[in-house]
């Protein structure tokens, strides 16, 4: 299939490698070119605008940081002006529900179909195309796209006729993961207080009740305080939880554990943890009770 | 073995079941006598007062609900004064860090040995021996009765030293489960608003990123709003966070999740919730949403 | 002076009566025009468009209800390009520091003054001149209207010499206003659960140690459960909330007290509250503990 | 009036002086005896024991720590006994609503009269009789008594015919007076980040919108950053919050506020600051912004 692949970060690069390899005849675009490389050296052309890209493609797949990407990329970028009318766009970004809706309009407006495949993953699971994908847009336009979709992933699960129903399954699920790491940095700072270690609390959760990978994974990073590099940015992880606390104020959802993540993420970020693991967020409950001092 | 066995609640009955069936000798003890019976059919002695199960026992093992169960049974009941010197009392109830340190003085006065050994697991799964125990006690106790513990539990896990550390465990891990049930239900409620089913979030997280027991089983629950017969009772929650928190003053650690937990618990008891189980926390985010009235 | 005046609600509407009366040069506008029949029976001119107020004004005084408002009548309605070089515009809209910031910016490049005058003080209050201002800008721009801002307040209070510092000022103190409301609701909820009433309650409160009009007003609606007409909308006290989050979001500054207001406004407002006083705060904490099953 | 007095700390010493100069006969007791001394002087007798400073007395009044040192002294002093049948006990101290039941009990069973008298107000204030005193119990009990609480405060609030009533607007009171210090704390991290000082930002509330004794005193406190010698010890309000969260939770009433407030108490003792004023709570706020790093 003929197709533009707009955003290549870590795990853009990845998504855009796999389709290339499929066999798909791919058109690539990034900000920082020298990004675009790689992909050039496995068989994809290298536009030098988004338009370009998009210019002819029969689906395009974007992969941006935020928001603001998107509207700089995309919209500014003129992107929807360049797809042929009845082309798809996949946007596989974690964005606003507010944008979200703005962009289904436009799409609407320009005639093209638009599908939400917000992923759950990182890079590598990203290169083996081994991906949750949570797919949300009309069936017709779904259904051009369906094949590029199973080949990033390994769980590709239809969450419903609208591309709001899969971006609220990923602000949801980013939620869920923030909250977990918070739990276990809550439980283990009291555990550490009475004397038995993060390692040896983890250890037993998640080889039991939690044993699921974003307790293991997280709670092993929490357990040897290895918060550096970051598999996934605390600074991003904030931002997800802004969009959750968007999502639920412009539905009237109240969210309290939201709001507690949401301070105590500020807390680290003014700390100058932003940068790091978006497991230290175990420091704040830490320093809190000045674990170090005792 | 020669074991005095006091409580025979749903849990306490299956624990105490196993042991006869290992061929221990087992009296039994339980305020109200009728729990008793299904035990005498096994085998076990029935005792008509905490102080006569526990008189030449090895070990006594007590299964009981709360502090106060504690006190009246084994306190006020004379069990330490009935044990024999060197023998060792093994409690498994999830009870306040400042009862189990007044224990671990009373029990050493008494020249007597204790265990701190809570559970997790429900009573099915203590029937088969199958339950996940933390232990923690002098290793000279413990050795005494690791052939009962091991009898009792699939995983049965050194926690320490200390009693304490045992007791800790259990209960910043029941505060991990609450924690998990809250996420849950403001994820949902969240989706929800969104067009996006409980059951079906939950569905994706719990067979990927959070394919966990609690997720899973609690998950359910929430997705099909069965929040009765309790599997566990969620005024039982509600008292666990309280000794979470209290745990958590007394050693100086902030718990803002718990502190959530507190009011969202005691919201549900006020609105008449406190003999449904644990999982209809999540009524109280879909009322606060209002999502049944859209 | 020759003075603009933008937006002729409640508030402003009073403020313009003040200075037509004082006897200056007033132009008004208002987005539907019959609210600006009354200033114009007082002596007004009534402008057809925010930039024909605008022309020829040595000051320009704004008084809208949003960001979206100011980016409607100020950005949209071209008032910025109607002014002359040197005038300056007095904002006492409550805005995001976002807005300000860009306000600034865009003020400057157009050779203008810009001041941030935030009022505290309800409609009858500005009728007679009395309001608190809370007044931010460079001294000299300051200075051009300082005749204007005595006209209007009471107490006229330099908050710095950026317009930031005056915006700042009003977020906190709305926040502060909320969170009074809020200790007001949870703690008459507590007394009236052991039988005390809330007017007896926050009568002894609001003649002792918390003798303050916050207390006293807010806490006598709270008693009388007299939540319509509202004197200020809870929606409103919402939005202000949001201001706050989003100042202390880019600053760095967690804020919990803020945190649970918003869910608690949210909550009000999924109950139909929106529109009633902000005082209905109150109902959140009654209905939670079912006070009035009881 | 024949007059026992328990516990002379800086409150029970200014008020039992009161007494003293008033004409009653007076007999004082306090665990550590020099505190007696300077009531002796003014010619009060000093009781060896609780007992004695109650026996023959038709009125006790007691100025006692907490729950502790009220069971210490009182309970296991024998006081109830000494009393002569028929005599009231005027209770000043801010217990737990538990231990206020409990002493309703007792005094019953011992046909003794019960009046829970809870008062704001520092020992300055206190010296001169012009306490605000919160008043509850049997009109029988309390007629008793008015003149002593007329000669100690200047209000003398009728709070209801139940101790508990009294007991309930104390533990309400401190959580709002704790409440408004957050309140402060987090406004002027706030504007403190914009540029505005606390001083002034205090300077401005406090005479205006929050003109009252508690936002005025607290917040010099916090402007001036002058947290010893406590007026009120951090880790008092720390325990009047708790008092607050248990009275909430033996009634079902969430408190969110409340909850943040033990958190933040929490931190703030974790961190040293227990013997600080109450009004250290906005070193919490300001750390976490990291204010003094900027």
Same mark, same amino acid.
């Given at each position: 299939?003929?197709?533009g692949?707009?955003?290549?970060?870590?795990?853009?690069?990845?998504?855009?490698?796999?389709?290339?390899?499929?066999?798909?005849?791919?058109? =690539?675009?990034?900000?920082?070119?020298?990004? !675009?490389?790689?992909?050039?050296?496995?068989?994809a052309?290298? &536009?030098?605008?988004?338009?370009?890209?998009a !210019?002819?493609?029969?689906?395009?797949?974007?992969?941006? $940081?935020?928001?603001?990407?998107?509207?700089?990329?995309?919209?500014?970028?003129?992107?929807?002006? $360049?797809?042929?009318?009845?082309?798809?766009?996949?946007?596989?970004?974690?964005?606003?529900? $507010?944008?979200?809706?703005?962009?289904?309009r436009?799409?609407?407006a320009?005639?093209?179909?638009y599908?939400?495949?917000?992923?759950?993953?990182?890079?590598?699971?990203?290169a083996? @195309?081994?991906?949750?994908?949570?797919?949300?847009?009309?069936?017709?336009?779904?259904?051009?796209?369906?094949?590029?979709?199973?080949?990033? @992933?390994?769980?590709?699960?239809?969450?419903?006729?609208?591309p709001?129903?899969?971006a609220?399954?990923?602000? +949801?699920?980013?939620f869920?993961?923030?909250? !977990?790491?918070?739990?276990?940095?809550? $439980?283990?700072?009291?555990?550490?207080?009475?004397?038995?270690?993060? &390692?040896?609390?983890?250890?037993?959760?998640?080889?039991?009740l939690?044993?699921?990978?974003?307790?293991?994974?997280?709670?092993? #990073?929490?357990?040897?305080? %290895?918060?550096?590099?970051?598999?996934?940015?605390? +600074?991003? @992880?904030?931002?997800?939880?802004?969009?959750?606390?968007?999502?639920?104020? !412009?539905?009237? =959802?109240?969210m309290p554990?939201?709001?507690?993540?949401?301070?105590? #993420?500020?807390? &680290?970020?003014?700390?100058?943890? @932003?940068?790091?693991?978006?497991?230290a967020?175990?420091?704040?409950?830490?320093?809190?009770? %000045?674990?170090?001092? %005792?």
């Amino acid at each position: 299939m003929k197709i533009g692949f707009i955003g290549l970060g870590a795990m853009g690069s990845a998504m855009a490698s796999v389709l290339v390899k499929a066999g798909h005849e791919v058109t =690539v675009w990034n900000r920082s070119p020298q990004a !675009a490389q790689p992909l050039a050296e496995l068989g994809a052309r290298v &536009a030098a605008t988004p338009a370009e890209a998009a !210019a002819g493609a029969e689906a395009v797949l974007s992969m941006l $940081a935020n928001d603001q990407a998107v509207r700089e990329a995309l919209l500014a970028g003129g992107v929807l002006e $360049a797809m042929p009318k009845g082309a798809v766009h996949v946007n596989h970004a974690t964005i606003s529900m $507010a944008l979200v809706g703005e962009l289904v309009r436009l799409h609407e407006a320009h005639g093209l179909g638009y599908v939400a495949a917000p992923v759950f993953g990182r890079p590598p699971v990203a290169a083996e @195309g081994k991906l949750t994908i949570a797919v949300g847009g009309r069936p017709a336009a779904v259904a051009k796209v369906q094949a590029l979709l199973d080949a990033l @992933g390994a769980k590709v699960w239809p969450a419903g006729d609208k591309p709001e129903n899969a971006a609220i399954v990923k602000i +949801a699920g980013n939620f869920m993961i923030a909250a !977990a790491i918070e739990s276990m940095a809550e $439980a283990t700072t009291l555990t550490r207080a009475y004397g038995v270690s993060a &390692a040896d609390f983890i250890g037993l959760m998640g080889s039991t009740l939690f044993a699921a990978p974003i307790y293991q994974n997280y709670g092993k #990073l929490i357990a040897e305080e %290895r918060f550096s590099p970051p598999g996934f940015a605390l +600074a991003l @992880g904030h931002k997800d939880i802004g969009l959750g606390l968007a999502a639920g104020e !412009a539905a009237r =959802v109240p969210m309290p554990f939201a709001g507690v993540l949401r301070d105590n #993420l500020l807390e &680290a970020i003014a700390a100058g943890a @932003g940068e790091l693991d978006l497991s230290a967020l175990a420091q704040v409950a830490a320093r809190r009770a %000045r674990l170090d001092e %005792r």
